[in-house]
């Protein structure tokens, strides 16, 4: 077997464990439908990927990066929210504000699975949820 390269042509990185060892897919589809996994993305920005109700990962990842002062948040199964413990800013699953003080949603990176590898890849285009080209580029 011949590793993946870290970085692909099309400017992906891998995710990565706190390690920097590269998380196969299969190890993160183990995990139940709605589970938040926490990995190392693009720059090694802390960056949320969510396995989905059919057992396959989101293909949004969502930065783990307040957009009010940076702080890094934990997503709340209950509530259903990711939750910033330094101000006290909530986001939607999709990374919509629902509280402030933020006031700008929450960062997405590409992700993509090939051949149990895991991808991201900037998120370049048109905001999704505000219609609007990305805050972040
Ligand atoms: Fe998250 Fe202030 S840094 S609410």
Known sequence: ???????????????????????????????PPGTRA??????SEPTYLTVKDDG??????????????????PWNPLDQQFQCP??????????????GPANL???LAHVAVKDDAIWLYPWTETDPR???PPWWV
Not at 3 to 30: C, R
Not at 86 to 99: F, N, W
């Open 56 to 73: 396959t990962l989101e293909p949004i990842g969502i930065v783990n990066n307040c957009t009010h002062l940076g702080c890094t948040f």
């Open 86 to 99: 330094c101000h006290g800013s909530r986001y939607t699953p999709d990374g919509v504000v629902v509280r």
């Open 130 to 132: 505000t219609g609007e």
């Open 1 to 31: 077997l011949v590793p993946p390269s870290e970085v692909s042509e099309g400017g992906g990185t891998l995710a990565k464990d706190q390690h920097g060892t590269p998380i196969p897919a299969s190890q993160l589809l183990a995990e």
């Open 105 to 107: 949603p929450l960062k």
């Open 38 to 43: 926490l990995i190392a993305g693009l720059a």
